[in-house]
């Protein structure tokens, strides 16, 4: 199993980045998919998921200003995320499995890291 992260960087409050995640060695298709972050000094904390039916799901802090996408004929997945705020600044993960699972067990990648700051 591989996940890759990017699209990660320095942005300005009230920016936008665009994140993207590749994934390999597993049926991406019927897999639920999800982003994860961690902000300095914090835990893991789980941020969106897509599911194989087409349900998105958004954490209440991000909600209005992420949007979640995935491509399964191109095993990727993409994080939009506008009005990006300094309290965003964490590196952010691609990871197998949904909303309901524990992140900490969840497989991700090795992340991409977003900074906001002006």
């Known amino acids: 199993v591989q996940l890759v992260e990017s699209g990660g960087g320095l942005v300005q409050p009230g920016g936008s980045l665009r994140l993207s995640c590749v994934a390999s060695g597993f049926t991406f298709s019927t897999s639920a998919m999800s982003w994860l972050r961690q902000a300095p000094g914090q835990g893991l904390e789980w941020v969106s998921a897509?599911?194989?039916?087409?349900?998105?799901f958004y954490t209440d802090s991000m909600k209005g200003r992420l949007t979640i996408s995935r491509d399964n004929a191109k095993n990727t997945m993409h994080l939009q995320m506008n009005d990006l705020r300094p309290e965003d600044t964490a590196v952010y993960y691609c990871?197998?499995?949904?909303?309901?699972?524990?992140?900490?067990?969840?497989?991700r990648g090795k992340g991409t890291l977003v900074t906001v700051s002006a």
């Open positions: 897509t599911y194989m039916d087409g349900r998105k």
């Open positions: 990871a197998i499995g949904s909303m309901f699972q524990n992140v900490a067990t969840m497989v």
